[in-house]
């Protein structure tokens, strides 16, 4: 069964970075998309960014581009999520997501998520 534990979210100042790390316990882990989800008070959960199991594919909403990095160490059973020029509306409980299939849009399993928060 995947098991996934998100650390790495804080309080961060407008234009800083923060790096995300993403564990996951599963033994299918180097054949599996993952991606960054994220939840904002009021909002619905939103994709951010997904990467393909052999890391040389990825993908990104339009609202990071530029900004943030995804990528993974399957020696690790580690993804990660490298967030940089950060706003204030990136303020959000982070997701980490196993997919079940490549650019799936909905995870078959998620971590308990970790909040970042942006101030202005």
């Known amino acids: 069964q995947v098991q996934l534990v998100e650390s790495g979210g804080g309080l961060v100042q407008a234009g800083g970075s923060l790096r995300l790390s993403c564990a996951d316990s599963?033994?299918?882990?180097?054949?599996?998309?993952m991606a960054w989800f994220r939840q904002a008070p009021g909002k619905e959960r939103e994709f951010v960014a997904g990467i393909g199991w052999s890391s040389t594919s990825t993908y990104y909403a339009e609202s990071v581009k530029g900004r943030f990095t995804i990528s993974r160490d399957n020696a690790k059973n580690t993804v990660y999520l490298q967030m940089n020029s950060l706003k204030p509306e990136d303020t959000a409980v982070y997701y980490c997501a196993h997919l079940p299939w490549y650019r799936a849009p909905n995870p078959d399993y998620w971590g308990q998520g970790t909040q970042v928060t942006v101030s202005s």
């Open positions: 599963g033994r299918t882990f180097r054949t599996s998309d």
